[in-house]
């Protein structure tokens, strides 16, 4: 990607939490980043991380209460994306940003066709009449490689297997041409070998349309294949960004290196013993005061249990919260 | 593992395991769906045998099958030396301590109204007559077995995150002192970080107790790191089985081959490398098999022969076994005229 792109998403600080019974839970802690234009940015992380809140957080798709975004900016073609009026966000939301969730059954309403729930935002955003917007369709099916596109626009959902599903949740959020694709853990729900078409799939699409996009997952493998760029989430906090080889290359901070050779494989060496992170991810609370992965680093020292390392640079577009330097093997300075 | 001095602990021969459908106003029998048709391997005492495919392929229903939590439509199954493939239920009980399963999920596999020591014990009550505090004994040593704090025996199910609640399930599964476990998907449910622990942990109960697993999974890298042979089933059938090295470095089937091959690599610049088999379509429905080969509508080497005659199961190297004509010496000849022909 070039540097100097101008992005198309810029999230600055983005806090959210939720108030419950127990007291508020900080879910999303100052989570920076950007998004240029035809970017495949690779979100990763555990359940409870934050990933999805983050996604949620940005296009106001979260029920308010119990959740509140309290601080921030999300900048998309110029409009502060928490700051504008709920109509439009909804133009933006069908229009210009694409979403696509982990389950397909869900998200599709079953007592509507496929064909009318790919029509709808056609209709409702790009102004088509009934006829235009069924030709659209058909062609939307066809590019995400639905056979007979034609005769399935008049079937329901439970009417198609899962990985047809989900290329229909991808033809539902490419149908208005957005800017922005957020694909939400959209292979987990599936096969390896429909995940394999999903995957292939998407590189196809970037290619003829060239959106950013946005992938949520916890594959590790699925993120060495697509993502130009990740994102590694722990605890609510980004705690590593880096360019997809020089992550994996050269992984910075201790949950992503130890993440990263706790996964096996199904080809290269076979070690006999697993390498494990020992504990438990953290529990949510309140906001932060110190590192959240410090019961669970081999390098934690005192200044991990009063302060929350906020994110350096230490490379070319790769930068890491931790107060360990990995390169030295000591603790920064400052 | 495969060598010839190891005695199968367990045998299933021909299994099948079909569903009935009922349609119509009046219920009649429509059909079946055949979840399991036809299944026959061997585990070795000590062994973990992999059995993986995708969702919809029977992997689960063979695993509860084999411990009979069905009554099956045919075949037999031997655990140790009995034969319970026919035995009505109520015989089985006594059998019941010697075969254990670990579930998928641990949230629902867990009655949420019970303590962790009522639900380790409940099998002690069921199967033994240890008095209260031989009872406690025995639970706390099952807690320390799987890394549970003794201090929360008294907590319920909720309170504990998905890993330590997959733990109890083991422990439940243990009290017993059983000598077969299935392990149904029990890591499926947790996250990455946490599934290597439970990984870990089955494989150093099986050391220290001499257990052996029927390890189920859509996992592949993970079951073969824990596996020592593999078994692969596609829509009901075990299309190949050979030795975990075997299966994992040259497959014999185009089902195994496509299947390993769609698996991601956690490596950029191995992933690269991957030459990947993009099967077409979706598996065909249980309901309704196609005729011939099971994976004749999606193999890409598929052959004329594959559309009329169903492979046989048979071995094609030393522990290697795979259902596919490709592989059959009587029929490689016609089969290789065939997709000359074809070629033209």
């Known amino acids: 990607m070039p540097d100097g792109a101008v992005p198309v998403l810029d999230v600055r600080n983005l806090k959210t939490i939720f108030r419950t019974r127990g007291g508020e839970i900080h879910a999303v802690n100052s989570v920076s980043f950007d998004l240029k234009p035809g970017e495949l940015l690779g979100v990763v992380g555990e359940s409870g991380s934050g990933k ?20 921030g900016e999300v900048l998309f073609d110029g409009t502060n994306l928490l700051t504008t009026d709920e109509e439009t966000l909804r133009k933006i939301r069908g229009d210009r940003i694409g979403f696509v969730f982990q389950d397909p059954m869900t998200s599709l309403n079953p007592v509507f066709t496929v064909g009318f729930q790919i029509m709808e935002p056609l209709r409702k955003h790009m102004g088509l009449d009934k006829a235009a917007a ?19 626009l008049r079937d329901y959902p439970h009417q198609f297997s899962g990985g047809m599903r989900q290329r229909v949740m991808i033809a539902i959020a490419l149908a208005c041409d957005p ?19 999903i995957l292939e799939l998407v590189k196809e699409l970037r290619q003829k349309l060239g959106m950013a996009i946005i992938w949520i997952t916890h594959d590790l493998g699925v993120i060495a294949g697509i993502a130009d760029r990740v994102m590694v989430m722990y605890g609510g906090q980004v705690v590593e960004q880096a360019p997809v080889k020089d992550l994996f290359a050269n992984p910075q901070h201790p949950y992503t290196r130890a993440l990263l050779q706790t996964v096996p494989s199904v080809r290269g060496d076979r070690a006999d013993r697993l390498r494990v992170i020992e504990g438990q991810p953290p529990v949510l609370g309140g906001p932060p005061v110190a590192c959240p992965f410090r019961a669970r680093c081999t390098h934690r020292f005192d200044r991990c249990d009063r302060e929350n390392p906020a994110r350096r640079d230490v490379g070319a577009g790769h930068d890491v919260a931790c107060f360990w330097d990995a390169k030295t093997e000591a603790p920064i300075d400052g | 593992m495969a060598d010839g001095a190891l005695k199968p602990l367990v045998e299933v021969r021909n299994l099948k395991m079909h569903f009935p459908i009922f349609s119509g106003i009046l219920r009649r029998r429509a059909g079946e769906v055949k979840a399991v048709d036809g299944v026959s391997f061997d585990i070795f005492e000590g062994e973990t045998l992999g059995l993986v495919g995708e969702s919809g392929c029977g992997k689960s229903t063979a695993g509860r099958a084999i411990l009979r939590l069905y009554d099956i439509t045919e075949g037999s199954i031997r655990i140790d030396g009995a034969e319970i493939g026919s035995q009505p239920q109520d015989d089985l009980r006594a059998m019941r301590p010697r075969m254990q399963m670990v579930f998928q999920d641990p949230q629902a596999s867990l009655n949420p109204r019970m303590s962790v020591a009522g639900i380790i014990g409940e099998p002690l009550d069921e199967h033994t007559k240890l008095s209260k505090s031989e009872k406690l004994d025995r639970i706390y040593e099952l807690m320390d077995a799987v890394g549970l704090n003794r201090d929360f025996a008294n907590r319920y199910p909720h309170e504990f995150s998905g890993g330590q609640r997959q733990r109890i399930g083991i422990a439940r599964a243990l009290a017993l002192n059983p000598k077969f476990i299935v392990c149904d998907e029990p890591i499926a449910a947790l996250d990455v970080s946490i599934q290597a622990q439970v990984v870990n942990l089955l494989e150093d109960l099986q050391e220290k107790f001499g257990l052996t697993y029927l390890f189920i999974s859509h996992d592949l890298s993970m079951v073969r790191h824990i596996a020592d042979r593999v078994a692969v089933m596609y829509l009901g059938k075990v299309v190949e089985l050979a030795p975990r090295d075997a299966l994992y470095t040259v497959p014999k089937h185009p089902y195994t081959e496509a299947l390993l091959s769609a698996v991601p690599e956690p490596d950029p610049r191995l992933e690269a490398k991957v030459e990947r088999i993009i099967l077409k379509g979706d598996v065909p429905s249980p309901a309704n098999p196609p005729k011939g080969c099971n994976f004749c509508t999606r193999c890409p080497k598929v052959m004329e022969i594959c559309r009329s005659e169903e492979p046989e199961f048979r071995e094609v190297a030393p522990g290697h076994f795979t259902a596919c004509h490709l592989h059959d010496q009587t029929k490689s000849q016609t089969a290789g005229k065939t997709a000359a022909s074809e070629a033209q």
């Open chain 1, 52 to 71: 999805s809140v983050t996604m949620m957080s940005l296009i106001g798709l979260l029920p308010s209460p119990p959740a509140e975004v309290r601080e």
């Open chain 1, 179 to 197: 800017k922005v694709l957020i694909a939400d853990e959209p292979t987990t729900a599936l096969d390896v070998t429909i995940q394999a078409q």
């Open chain 1, 134 to 152: 069924r030709v659209r369709a058909k062609e939307l099916l066809e590019l995400v490689g639905i056979p007979d596109a034609e005769r399935r």
